[in-house]
């Protein structure tokens, strides 16, 4: 199944999970398998974050396409540019901030287990 570019759903959430700013959102694919929840690219504008929270019977995946940025993995915090990974499994939480002053754009999937 194909889902081309001018068919993909675009969004916009405002302070996502308690963040700050927005978040553009653009869900990959028509159809997902059962056990896939999101396939979709991330962008946080200069300053915007995802706030922090806990996956419970799931995992999310996030894979950094470009930009910069600082993230919360449980009680640690890092900071990951362009081509970087990170995993977030059930029953642990995560956060993500644009520390940059580009795009901070992410590629991101949430299976459930």
């Known amino acids: ?9 675009h969004g916009v959430r405002e302070f996502m999970r308690g963040g700050k ?5 653009a869900e990959l694919s028509a159809q997902l398998p059962a056990k ?3 396939f979709s690219v991330l962008t946080l504008v200069p300053g915007a974050s995802i706030g922090y929270h806990v996956h419970e019977n799931e995992t999310e ?5 470009e930009g910069y940025g ?11 540019s362009e081509g970087d990974s990170m995993a977030t ?3 642990h939480g995560h956060a993500v901030e644009n520390t940059g002053d580009t795009d901070l754009v992410i590629l991101a999937a949430i299976v459930r287990d």
């Not at 700013?21 to 959102?25: E, F, L, R, T």
């Open 21 to 25: 700013k927005q978040v553009n959102i």
């Open 61 to 65: 995946l996030f894979y950094f396409i």
């Open 89 to 91: 499994f059930s029953g």
């Open 36 to 38: 896939m929840r999101l």
């Open 1 to 9: 199944m194909i889902t081309r570019r001018e068919e993909q759903v």
């Open 70 to 80: 600082r993230v919360r993995d449980d009680d640690r915090e890092y900071y990951v």
